[in-house]
């Protein structure tokens, strides 16, 4: 609400009205090393999200509680498990195979972006969203991609605070692929083509249900079988996975005075999955305190996260989808117990690995426990902060940052031993499963890694009469370093004992190591006249270990500018206009995309070569260049800020492009040389964006206020050029840089088709042919972004609200191929296991030198069932592709601030008490052809995006219950 001031003037009642008003016209900002701006004088697009936009809904994870709050950014997860890897883009992709994430800068110093994931997000105080090199070209090549600046909360400087949260959230599988309730399990067909009932199959190519009682399973070692109805039980895959609890407490402590603060929190989240058996766990510390005497203030920010994992690697999901829809899965789940009938007598359990009913792949619940992987993260940071106030116009900021991490993490895999029996049903039936026992393997591994950071930043900050001045000085060295190993043991001696020196024959392993160092010299000025109209200017000048000695230095600048119109010109500003500002700026960054040691090859240890046991070293297939290099990405952005009706509504938009050249990409060589490839200096990509946000508050008086905020993205991508006459790169993971298209690319394989479009079937047959040439499907990134966040108070509620809309790009759904094969996917009943004659396809009545293509409209396929789809439709992936198009109702939260009179004559030492429902990816909402995954998932956070598999778990929403004390 605006600040007031009544004149008492001697009366006992005064009446006041609050009247709403939107922060942030004049609001502080930081940027670049932990620099304090004001949002008037910055030329550049900034986005701030406060901590209670973040925590709202009490997610868990920091990155992901951005999602759909800031225009530029998105936000992607890899699954639903307990501990997602996550992706953070802004304005999109610059480099063809380098990193293009942004940077995280935590309390002024630069760490590795999973360092977001580590962090308690009630510990942070704001978020500075810096977009493009424009903002960020002061904090060096790793800024190229924008920057997210975390500010942690510090000690309040008038009270003590002690607060305590509880959230208690469940968490259910809320989407599963589009499945065919009408056939089960078979995979072969009678003399008349009739398909055969198989107990121990697990494709669905079988006859259709109808309710009979049939066998599953082959008969136990007595002659008996298991039984069950032959008809569709579509709820036992959505029952197979658990309900998932998440347990968050958090413990807070503040307090201070003039001359210091102190801030202390601790976290415990622990979280079982919905993948039966899956468990993590995150421990936070932090301290953060400030000391100030005199014109000096020291100021210590420390955090120490424990994050730890057990998790299974088996691939679950893929097993549940060769689980024929009439078999009851969920019965299957105590596959490890003796059981008993009531005279005592042992009876078979049909869940177990003797005799559990499919032939060829293991009960998953069995596979859950067999396969598992933990882990522990130990993740540090800690930095200190010098300040000197030298003179009142002259500040000298000293600051050490240390980041280190540590990994460790076990492979188990669990021994299995079949009874004779179990083995006797591969020798008799070919029950591959019990082909023979499994030994326990192990693996084992741990790695280090830190990284220390140092700066030193002269500041000068004066006033000459309606001018100032602000100009700083800088120098910052960087150096990181990483260790790894581990050992494995491909079976081991005794099973289940897992300890290396348990091992049947020889060890494997690897080491590794790196280190890199660099520093930086750099200057930034702004200078303003009137407080109206800002210059500011930067350049920074680098030197890395990554590059030859011969290219350690490169140097970049940038340049924006900001005019306050309404203060320039006082008579704009009116009722109806309460602020305008123009800004604009240019700027070049630098950007590394090597690893370490890239200059040069290096040899690496061939397997069984020349033979046996021995040693041999072996070079890869692609020439090092040592002379390689920094991209350069050059960005140039102009926007307008404007303030209506009081404040009541503002917007901001931007308008921005890019352009990347000196890409490190790799040329295709003649293979006289030795080598097929090798990396070059070359190629350009072009980004450019429409960016708008809109705040507005609809309502606003004593017992209502309504804040409304949207934001609005544009991303046009395009590949201007490539190495030579290189016309495509590719990524990986179906991916492809190409020449003249969007970025990524994916590309796919398809039926011959006629000028038209219509598919070319044989006209005798009435089957398509597939082309051997992959074709241009569509781009994996999107085009558009939408964010939409709503926050309703009625007196003591408030109800907030968060919904995203990602839109105009395509994902592979790896699940097209997996439903197919299986059998148990809608599509492959699409047409009943009956011949049918092909959509919009046509034959070819002329001849191969002259077509004359006609609809066909007649002429059935040969086969409908499973040669069809299993070897016709699998083979190509053309309708794996869908729209990635997705609405998200992201956030729901219903708060309630309890009334201090109901506690106060209870207990006075309790100042506020806050209740809350909470409810995480509620909703969603995609087109009719994605009947697969959520298109938000993609199987990697690299730059090859886009692609979902049956590796990922299904996705799940989440709700529960928070209470707030506050003492």
């Not at 998790?311 to 009439?326: A, L």
């Not at 061939?606 to 041999?616: K, T, V």
């Not at 969007?742 to 006629?754: A, E, G």
């Not at 569509?778 to 408030?798: A, M, R, V, Y």
Request: aromatic share 12%; hydrophobic share 35%.
């Amino acid at each position: 609400m605006k600040k007031q001031e009544v004149e008492i003037a001697g009366r006992s009642v005064i009446d006041a009205v609050l009247q709403s008003e939107l922060i942030g016209l004049d609001e502080v900002i930081v940027s670049a090393f932990g620099i304090k701006r004001n949002a008037a004088e910055v030329g550049a697009a900034v986005t701030k999200v406060e901590s209670d936009l973040l925590t709202q809904a009490k997610m868990t994870n920091a990155a992901s509680a951005l999602s759909g709050k800031v225009a530029g950014l998105q936000i992607s997860t890899v699954n639903a498990s307990v501990d997602p890897s996550v992706r953070v883009v802004l304005r999109g992709n610059r480099s063809f195979l380098g990193n293009n994430q942004a940077l995280l800068v935590l309390d002024g110093v630069p760490v590795n972006l999973a360092y977001l994931s580590t962090l308690n997000p009630n510990d942070i105080e704001s978020m500075n969203i810096l977009k493009g090199g424009n903002a960020a070209a002061l904090y060096g090549s790793e800024a190229a991609n924008g920057v997210i600046i975390v500010t942690t909360k510090g000690g309040s400087k008038d009270k003590t605070t002690i607060q305590f949260s509880n959230t208690t959230t469940f968490e259910k599988v809320s989407y599963f692929p589009k499945m065919q309730e009408r056939f089960g399990s078979g995979s072969a067909s009678d003399e008349f083509g009739n398909p055969i009932y198989d107990p121990f199959e697990n494709q669905c190519w079988g006859p259709e249900f109808d309710g009979s009682r049939v066998p599953i399973g082959l008969p136990d070692e007595n002659g008996d079988t298991l039984f069950t109805t032959y008809s569709a039980k579509p709820r036992e895959k959505w029952k197979f996975w658990d309900t998932g609890l998440t347990l968050q407490n958090d413990l807070s402590f503040s307090s201070g005075n003039e001359t210091g603060t102190i801030f202390l929190s601790v976290q415990d989240v622990l979280i079982k999955g919905v993948v039966p058996g899956d468990q993590a766990r995150r421990d936070v510390f932090r301290i953060n305190a400030s000391k100030t005497y005199k014109g000096f203030t020291a100021t210590v920010n420390f955090n120490y996260t424990l994050r730890t994992r057990d998790v299974s690697r088996s691939g679950v999901y893929w097993n549940v989808m060769n689980t024929p829809m009439h078999i009851p899965l969920t019965d299957f789940k105590n596959w490890d117990a003796k059981l008993f009938d009531a005279d005592g007598n042992p009876v078979t359990n049909w869940a177990d690995i003797d005799h559990y009913f499919n032939a060829y792949y293991p009960n998953p619940y069995e596979e859950l426990d067999r396969l598992r992987t933990e882990a522990r993260n130990d993740y540090i940071t800690g930095v200190l902060t010098l300040s000197q106030k030298i003179t009142k116009w002259l500040t000298l900021d000293l600051r050490t940052a240390i980041a280190p991490n540590t990994n460790y993490y076990e492979y188990k895999n669990y021994s299995r031993t079949f009874s004779p029996y179990g083995l006797l049903m591969y020798t008799e039936h070919g029950r591959s499963v019990s082909r023979a026992n499994i030994l326990s393997s192990y693996t084992t591994g741990q790695g280090f890694g830190w990284r220390w950071t140092n700066d030193a930043l002269l500041t000068f900050d004066k006033k000459f009469s309606d001018i100032s001045v602000r100009a700083i000085a800088g120098a910052t060295t960087r150096q990181g370093y990483s260790k790894s190993t581990e050992v494995s043991a491909a079976s081991l001696e005794i099973n289940d004992f897992f300890n290396v020196k348990n091992r049947v024959g020889e060890l494997g392993g690897s080491s590794s190591w790196s280190d890199s160092r660099s520093m930086a010299v750099f200057g930034d000025v702004t200078v303003g006249y009137k407080n109206y109209a800002f210059l500011h200017v930067s350049g920074r000048n680098d030197w890395s270990s990554l590059l030859d000695p011969s290219k350690w230095s490169f140097f970049y600048p940038g340049v924006d500018a900001s005019i306050i119109l309404t203060e320039m010109i006082p008579s704009l500003k009116t009722d109806v206009l309460s602020y305008a500002k123009l800004r604009g700026g240019i700027s070049k960054v630098g950007s590394i995309n090597i690893d370490n040691y890239s200059l040069e090859n290096i040899f690496s240890v061939a397997s069984d070569f020349p033979f046996g046991s021995l040693s041999a070293y072996t070079v890869g297939n692609g020439l090092n260049n040592r002379y390689l290099e920094p991209e350069f990405t050059t960005s140039s952005e102009v926007g307008i800020d404007l303030s209506f009706l009081r404040n009541r509504l503002s917007t901001n938009l931007t308008v921005y492009q890019t352009n990347t050249t000196n890409q490190t990409v790799d040329m295709n060589i003649s293979n006289a040389t030795g080598y097929s490839t090798s990396k070059i200096n070359a190629g350009e990509m072009l980004n450019r964006g429409l960016e708008v946000e809109v705040k507005t508050t609809p309502v606003a008086n004593m017992n209502w206020r309504w804040d409304l905020n949207f934001n609005y993205s544009y991303w046009y991508n395009r590949v201007v050029s490539l190495a030579g006459d290189l016309t495509e790169i590719s990524l990986g993971n179906y991916q492809y840089a190409i020449k003249g298209e969007p970025y990524p690319t994916i590309k796919v394989s398809q039926f011959y088709r006629d000028p038209e479009g219509r598919v070319i079937v044989d006209a005798k047959t009435g089957t398509p042919s597939i082309d051997p040439l992959l074709i241009k499907r569509g781009q994996t990134s999107p085009k558009h972004l939408i964010g939409i966040q709503s926050n309703l108070s009625w007196k003591n509620f408030t109800f907030a609200a968060s919904a995203d809309y990602r839109g105009g790009h395509v994902i592979r759904a790896g699940l097209y191929f997996d439903l197919l094969f299986t059998g148990i996917g809608e599509l492959s009943a699409s047409n009943g296991r009956e011949r049918f004659v092909f959509p919009n396809s046509v034959i070819n009545t002329g001849t191969a030198e002259n077509p004359v293509y006609v609809p066909n409209t007649n002429i059935t396929t040969q086969d409908g069932g499973v040669a069809w789809w299993t070897n016709t439709m699998r083979s190509l992936s053309y309708y794996s592709v869908v729209s990635a198009d997705v609405w998200k109702i992201r956030e729901l939260s219903l708060t309630y601030d309890v009334p201090a009179s109901v506690f106060a004559a209870v207990n006075k030492t309790v100042k506020g008490i806050k209740l809350g429902i909470v409810g995480r990816n509620l909703f969603w909402f995609v087109p009719k052809n994605n009947i697969y995954a959520d298109p938000e998932f993609s199987n990697t956070t690299g730059n090859a995006v886009g692609v979902t598999d049956s590796g990922q778990t299904p996705a799940a929403r989440s709700y529960g219950l928070n209470l707030t004390v506050t003492f």
